[in-house]
C-alpha cells in the first residue's frame, strides 16, 4: 500500500469534523506540482500557477507599498488567512495588515487585521476573486480590495464593507493611477508598468 492510499483510507475513516486545518493537512500530504499557489474556497481545494506576468503585478504593489509604509511594514503574499464563511483558507496574493496586528494561537495572522487585499486574477480561478473571496473580504470588514486582472488590463477597487458586500467600486485600466489615498493603503498606485498576459 502506497502512502498515498493509505492516507485516503486514514481520511476515509476519519469521523473528526472537517475543518480547514483538516484539510491544509491533508493538501501537505499531496503532491502539489512546484510553482502553483493553494487555497480553500468555500471548502473546495484551489491550485493556481504562478506566473511571471502574475509575479511582476504582485511584485509592484509589493514595492509601493514597502516605499510607503518601510521594510518592516506587515506586508503578505502567499499567506494563509482564514477568513468567515464556510472553509475558507485564503492565500491573498498581497495583503497589509494593521501596524499592531500579531499572529493568532495557531500562528496565522487574523483577518481582523487586514487593511487591504490585492489579488491578481488566474484565467481558471478568477470567478473566485469578483464572487465568494469578494463577499469573504467584504464580511471580514478589509476596507479596500484590489483585483487586478491581466487579461483585460482592468482592475477593480472595492471600498467601504457592509452588511457582506462593498459599497463602493471604481474601475481602472492598466496605464491609470488607481487612488487609494482614501484607503489605509494611503497611496496612489501606478499601472502603466503592470504586465498584460
Not at 476519519?14 to 500530504?29: M, Q
Not at 511571471?52 to 506586508?75: C, P, Q, S, T, Y
Request: hydrophobic fraction near 40%; charge should be negative.
Amino acid at each position: 500500500m502506497t502512502v498515498v492510499e493509505a492516507d485516503r483510507i486514514e481520511m476515509a475513516n476519519s469521523s473528526d469534523e472537517l475543518t480547514l486545518d483538516t484539510l491544509f493537512e491533508w493538501l501537505e500530504k499531496m503532491p502539489v506540482p512546484e510553482g502553483y499557489k493553494t487555497e480553500i474556497v468555500g471548502g473546495h481545494i484551489f491550485m493556481s500557477p504562478q506566473r511571471d506576468v502574475h509575479w511582476n503585478i504582485i511584485r509592484r504593489i509589493v514595492r509601493a507599498l514597502e516605499d510607503r509604509f518601510g521594510m518592516d511594514a506587515k506586508i503578505m503574499s502567499d499567506v494563509r488567512i482564514d477568513f468567515p464563511g464556510d472553509l475558507n483558507g485564503f492565500a491573498p496574493d498581497v495583503v497589509l495588515l494593521s501596524d499592531n496586528a500579531e499572529k493568532n494561537a495557531h500562528g496565522r495572522w487574523n483577518y481582523q487585521d487586514v487593511q487591504f487585499v490585492a489579488e491578481v486574477i488566474s484565467k481558471n480561478t478568477a470567478l473566485n476573486d469578483y464572487g465568494p473571496k469578494k463577499a469573504a473580504y467584504a464580511e471580514a470588514k478589509v476596507p479596500a480590495y484590489l483585483i487586478i486582472n491581466p487579461y483585460t488590463g482592468k482592475c477593480v477597487l472595492h471600498t467601504t464593507p457592509k452588511n457582506g458586500d462593498y459599497d463602493t467600486d471604481a474601475r481602472f485600466t492598466f496605464g491609470d493611477e488607481i487612488d487609494l489615498t482614501h484607503t489605509p493603503a494611503g497611496l496612489t498606485l501606478a499601472t502603466d508598468d503592470f504586465p498584460r498576459d
